[in-house]
Structure formats: C-alpha cells, structure tokens
C-alpha cells in the first residue's frame, strides 16, 4: 500500500507570494493532518481534516488554510508568505477516531 | 493546555546496547493516546511504537518498548540492541482521545540518538 504522498518535495518562494502544498493519504484514510516543523517551535499542529471537514485547528493566522477533497486528498495555502513561514510541513493521514497518524516526507518551504 | 517534555536534547549509545529516552507530559484528560515517533535524516516521521493511556501494559514492538508510568506522567522509550539504523531524532507525542474531541498531535522538542559504532 502506498504511503502519505506530498507534493513538492521542495518549493521556494518570496515574501508576499502565496503558495500551495498537496498531500495524499495512504488509501481508505480519510482524516488528513498538517503540521508545521521549525528548528525554533518544533512540531506544531496546523489543521485536521476528515471527511472533507475542518475538524481542528491549530493556533496559526488565518494566512494558513487548508481544505480536503471527496478523495481526501487535501492541499494547503499559505498566503502572504512570511521569511517565518519557511518551514518543513509535514502531512499525516489516518483512518480517523484513535487511529495513529502516518506522515509523509514533508515539503521544505523557503521564502526569500 | 497539554504539554510534552523531552529533557536529553543528545543522546549516544554504543552499538548493541541500551538507551532510554525520556518523555514527561501534563494533561487533565483521562483519555489520551502518547506515542513515539523517529524522524531520520530522510526528514520522514515514523511511528516506532503507541501507548493508550488506559492500558496498564507497557506497549512493545521488537526492540522497542517503553515504560508508562501515568501517575507521574512518564512516558520513557528503551532501545535494546541499538543498530546504527536507530540513529535519529525521537519525539514522544500526546493525543488526546477522540470521545473529548481529538486534537492534532503535541510534541516535544525530541531527542538526537547517536549510535557509536
């Protein structure tokens, strides 16, 4: 079975651009998390999505935004890039309820 | 809010012995999942290993186990027969329960594992 997909694996971007990152879950997973890893803050939780519903967020701007798709494939956007934007984001699925999230590889975002 | 510490920022074993991470974490909830995941340099997390806190049984998989102690909050990982492929940074997770509505996984600051050959 193929695992949690992300999509760059690399992106850089200036200040002021907004950008999109995708993820697509192990297949039959239909909750999808994102997280936000920075050698300052560590792991912080952006949003969770199931079932194409916001189920949680994090305590991140409204800049950050996410949505999920009837496939539970789900992208997230950043928009007006900050240089504190750039982060590794990591992307988790699973079945949903108590079940373990498994990541992906992560996108490395840059902002210059 | 709930918290996870992660007090050793470095640790180093030497191949084939046994090292023990540990994970302190504060929550009010009765039901909660804690988890420890390994993030190589390949940057990809993985799930090593999963604790629900109603169990009493300590959880283990292969060389990994770990030793819940949920009066003190203690949640320490053991790594027996440290193999080089362990070498990697360890982050000890709290979720709380989704009967309380789930959250997102809180981590701690992790752990650098080196193994000496």
């Known amino acids: 079975k193929a695992g949690v997909t992300q999509t760059p694996r690399y992106l850089i971007k200036t200040r002021g651009q907004q950008v999109t990152l995708s993820c697509s879950p192990i297949?039959?997973?239909?909750?999808v998390s994102w997280y936000q890893q920075t050698p300052g803050q560590g792991l912080q939780f952006l949003f969770e999505?199931?079932?194409?519903?916001?189920?949680n967020k994090g305590n991140f701007p409204g800049r950050f935004s996410g949505r999920q798709f009837s496939n539970s494939r789900s992208e997230m956007n950043v928009s007006t890039l900050e240089l504190g934007d750039s982060a590794l984001y990591l992307c988790?699925?699973?079945?949903?309820?108590?079940?373990?999230?498994?990541f992906g590889d992560g996108t490395r975002l840059s902002i210059l | 809010a709930q918290t996870v510490t992660q007090s050793q920022p470095e640790m180093s074993v030497q191949e084939a012995e046994t090292v023990t991470l540990s994970c302190t974490y504060d929550t009010s909830e009765s039901d909660y999942y804690l988890f420890w995941y390994k993030q190589p340099p390949s940057r990809q997390m993985i799930l090593v290993i999963r604790?629900?806190?109603?169990?009493?049984q300590n959880a283990t998989e292969n060389r990994f186990s770990v030793n819940f102690q949920k009066a003190a909050k203690s949640f320490s990982l053991k790594i027996s027969d440290s193999q080089l492929g362990d070498a990697a940074m360890y982050f000890c997770a709290y979720r709380r329960g989704s009967g309380g509505g789930a959250d997102g996984l809180t981590f701690g600051k992790g752990t650098h594992l080196i193994i000496q050959p």
């Open positions: 604790q629900e806190a109603y169990k009493q």
């Open positions: 988790a699925s699973s079945q949903g309820g108590d079940q373990p999230q498994h």
């Open positions: 999505y199931f079932s194409e519903t916001q189920r």
């Open positions: 297949s039959g997973h239909r909750s």
